[in-house]
């Protein structure tokens, strides 16, 4: 009897186990699959176009002519196949924003990120490029190289923060925190904040 009671209590450990792993890939595959559908909505808003004019008023008729002239102009990117951690802390207003980034401040882990796995239209000719050799940008034919940091998420999957930086060369670019968050299924970017720009 107590055989059958131990090898009994043994497999329901085994079985629970099991369980706990596989909720666990799961959940781990979901936020992967999100983070990527960031990175694409972050990745489509880069344009190698100058911007518009200030005065024009963002979503308004000039804005979004603008808008529509540059949406399918060809870019080519290069993208750093490592996530890159901050080198100086961000500080936001918002309640929400600023658990999220008090994370993102903190995250000092790094992550691969394969290009094939960006959902992006194909306007944009992406290649992967190795954080140990970044001058190769210098002396390819890319419009554009991009640098991620990890995606934050809240615990519902439903906001996110992210930094994307761009270099159009050695001398010029900008980094930026952006503020996610899904409307109907899919992630916006609810709001921006330049943290450099040269």
Request: with cysteine.
């Given at each position: 009897?107590r055989l059958i009671k ?68 060809p870019i080519s990117l ?121």
């Amino acid at each position: 009897m107590r055989l059958i009671k131990s090898f009994f209590s043994n497999y329901l450990f085994i079985v629970t186990l099991m369980l706990n792993v596989g909720f666990t890939s799961c959940e781990s595959d979901k936020s992967k699959s999100e983070q990527y559908e960031v990175y694409s909505v972050v990745i489509s808003e880069i344009t190698n176009a100058p911007p518009p004019p200030l005065s024009w008023e963002k979503n308004g008729e000039k804005w979004n002519k603008y808008k529509d002239s540059i949406s399918n102009v060809p870019i080519s990117l290069g993208i750093i196949n490592e996530s890159t951690p901050l080198n100086r802390k961000i500080h936001l207003k918002e309640s929400y924003q600023n658990d999220l980034v008090s994370k993102l401040n903190n995250s000092d882990s790094i992550i691969n990120i394969n290009i094939n796995e960006l959902k992006l239209n194909e306007r944009f000719s992406l290649t992967s490029i190795n954080k140990k050799e970044i001058s190769s940008f210098e002396d390819s034919k890319m419009d554009v190289m991009v640098f991620l940091s990890n995606v934050i998420f809240d615990k519902e999957l439903n906001k996110a923060v992210v930094v994307r930086g761009i270099s159009t060369s050695g001398k010029s670019g900008d980094t930026v925190l952006l503020i996610l968050k899904k409307v109907n299924g899919k992630w916006v970017i609810a709001s921006t904040k330049t943290l450099s720009i040269s």
